[in-house]
Each structure stands twice: as C-alpha cells, then as structure tokens.
C-alpha cells in the first residue's frame, strides 16, 4: 500500500526559513513527479512546487524565488525548502505522488506568525 510521509512543519517567524520532507513507502515502482500543494482556512488546495522524474521544476507564482523543491538521494522523496516565509504562506502542506494515479500525503502545518 502506498503511503507518503511527511515532516517538517512547525512555527516560525516572518522571514525564517522551514525544509519539508517527504517520502513514499510501500511500492518499488518510480514516481512520474512529485510535488507539494497547500491549503489554507477557507481556500482550495492550491500548487505549491512540483518536480518530475528528470528534473523539471515549476512553482507557484506566490513561492517563486523563495521556495526550492528537490529530490531526496533515496528513490521518491523530495524537500522544500521555504526561505524568506510570510504569513500568507500559512497553511496545511500535501505532498502528491504522481504514479499516473495521485496520492496524497496526511498534510504538515505551517505556520507564519510572529
């Protein structure tokens, strides 16, 4: 059974920096990408970053220049790593697997507060 864990959320002021992880577990098959979308109170989930299997990467307009999302060393993990946070980048945070089918992570807090 597939299944995605993620860490890494947490509490941090205006300008700090947090680094996302996630890994799949449960299938010895490659994914076509991966990526991370977010969600905040009374808004629809919305694309963060994603990067496919060789490597192309795109972001979200309101993360770009700011946010960075990588593949793990190990086979299906990836990271974002989120710099110069605002509070507007407060939100829960999914990590999606691209098999052709998607699955999703449980989701990570984030909050920007000071």
């Known amino acids: 059974q597939v299944q995605l864990v993620e860490s890494g959320g947490g509490l941090v002021q205006p300008g700090g920096s947090l680094r996302l992880s996630c890994a799949v577990t449960?299938?010895?098959?490659?994914?076509?990408?991966m990526g991370w979308y977010r969600q905040a109170p009374g808004k629809q989930r919305e694309l963060v970053a994603r990067i496919t299997r060789d490597g192309t990467t795109n972001y979200s307009e309101y993360v770009k220049g700011r946010f960075t999302i990588s593949r793990g060393n190990a086979k299906n993990t990836v990271h974002l790593q989120m710099d110069s946070l605002k509070p507007e980048d407060t939100a829960v945070y999914y990590c999606?697997?691209?098999?052709?089918?998607?699955?999703w992570g449980q989701g990570t807090q984030v909050t920007v507060s000071s």
């Open positions: 999606n697997a691209d098999f052709g089918s998607h699955y």
């Open positions: 449960g299938t010895i098959f490659s994914t076509n990408a």
